[in-house]
């Protein structure tokens, strides 16, 4: 190579290799920090630059490391006079949030509230439990206001503290009831006096009114308390995996709450050895009460249920290769085999899904339904359709102590067809709603509408 040519392509080179040393977590020095809250902070944030997978284009960016330097002098500089942490969660929560990664979350108690729950039903907050006395006869009714503020106001708000994948901005209604009427929130948006009181206004027979409630009661988490009472008798939510017969029905029902990282060969066996013996039909797979964990279940699972090898579209897979970008780790069309053509079980598969159907569950619903091996029955589910997942080692941080963990791969739907039709969701076939009607008769409007689809 000329001489001439050589040294402007060394100096490309050189440049090249200094911009990428300039993403470096350790940029956040602690020299920065006046007290230990911004050390804790800028220790978190160096942390989430290094490990997480939304810096960069393929196939999901969420932020650039320039604006998320940006982030980070900002936040650090709120928390300057911060002194507990109560503000400490108020002032760097929003700032995870903007990550849009539901699985990158800090969990802290938000501390007391008002004595009573909510639930959104057709965009409207409605009180669906009471443990304050003073609100007994406000039970069923809407919750329009608190102090004043509207509650449109207060969930733009408090969604700033709920973690969500890009584009499930609905995946927060789990969540935001219980924060809406939390003594956390409230006192932060100068809505509660020095009683811990608020005024509610709700409206009840059509007519508003006004009641003055006490935010001095244990929160309660109305994400797992409400949804287990759209339950009948077979559904109820169970303290683990099970399965069983459905009365009066040649169908198996298999409830699957968890995926823990051993268990699955003995699970799915003993499983479909006990519909072999019962002569099953079909299966329904309850997935509404699974936040994921260790996707060979679903693996397991899906060689139980195909007659031969075959590709199957389920994710590809990224992984974070700082700081130079993501480097592709899996395949999403995966050649399975089935695993025991005795216990092949050639039914009709339907699938159970909730919003709470979230991170290596939705393997499931994407297993199936982009391969046309079954049904998807019940409400969107928690994940979209490109999202992140696998959880980097965690980290304490020093003062605070708090344990936290973020995501250093992204999934992105294998099924191009699918995956362009639906955008950024995972949608069931049949979608379901539940209602205030459902809620006071305990009655599954998914489940039935499973067995419905059956018959």
């Not at 699970?267 to 797979?285: D, G, P, T, V």
């Not at 195909?306 to 780790?329: A, C, E, F, Q, T």
Request: include cysteine.
């Amino acid at each position: 190579m000329p001489t001439q040519l050589r040294t402007p392509l060394l100096i490309m080179v050189l440049l090249v290799f200094l911009t990428s040393c300039t993403s470096n977590p350790n940029i956040y020095k602690n020299t920065d920090a006046e007290n230990p809250y911004q050390k804790d902070f800028l220790m978190l944030a160096g942390y989430i630059r290094k490990n997480h997978a939304g810096f960069y284009m393929t196939p999901l960016q969420t932020i650039s490391f320039h604006d998320y330097d940006e982030q980070v002098a900002t936040t650090t500089q709120r928390l300057k006079n911060v002194s507990n942490a109560s503000d400490f969660y108020y002032e760097i929560a929003p700032f995870i949030t903007s990550l849009q990664d539901g699985h990158t979350r800090i969990n802290i108690s938000v501390g007391k509230s008002m004595g009573i729950g909510a639930w959104w039903f057709d965009n409207k907050l409605i009180i669906t439990s009471v443990t304050d006395p003073l609100a007994a006869d406000i039970l069923y009714s809407e919750i329009v206001a608190v102090s004043g503020r509207p509650v449109e106001d207060i969930e733009k708000t408090a969604n700033q503290f709920i973690p969500a994948d890009m584009g499930q901005d609905d995946y927060k209604k789990m969540y935001s009831p219980d924060l809406m009427l939390s003594n956390f929130l409230l006192l932060h948006l100068g809505l509660m006096n020095e009683r811990e009181e608020v005024e509610l206004t709700v409206v009840q027979n059509d007519e508003k009114r006004n009641i003055t409630l006490a935010c001095t009661f244990p929160s309660a988490s109305s994400a797992y308390a409400i949804p287990a009472r759209f339950r009948n008798d077979t559904t109820e939510i169970k303290p683990s995996n099970t399965y069983a017969i459905i009365p009066d029905s040649n169908s198996l029902y298999v409830q699957l709450n968890s995926l823990p990282q051993s268990g699955y060969s003995e699970f799915w066996h003993e499983a479909f050895a006990f519909a072999r013996k019962n002569k099953a039909a079909s299966l329904i797979l309850d997935l509404r009460n699974n936040s994921g964990g260790n996707s060979i279940w679903c693996n397991e699972f899906l060689s139980y249920i195909i007659d031969k090898p075959r590709d199957l579209y389920v994710y590809d897979g990224w992984k974070s290769n700082y700081p130079h970008g993501n480097v592709k780790v899996s395949k999403g069309l995966w050649h399975m085999v089935p695993i025991n053509g005795e216990l092949s079980f050639a039914g009709k598969i339907v699938v159970l899904t909730s919003r709470q159907t979230f991170s290596s569950a939705t393997f499931f619903i994407v297993a199936i339904k982009d391969n046309n091996l079954g049904i998807v029955i019940g409400d969107q589910v928690g994940n979209g359709s490109i999202r992140y997942g696998f959880m980097s080692d965690p980290i304490t941080l020093p003062y605070t102590k708090i344990k936290f963990a973020t995501t250093h791969y992204i999934w992105a739907r294998a099924n191009k067809e699918m995956l362009a039709r639906e955008g950024a969701s995972i949608l069931p076939n049949i979608r379901v709603y539940e209602t205030i009607e459902n809620l006071k008769s305990g009655t599954d409007p998914v489940y039935e509408k499973a067995i419905e689809y059956l018959e």
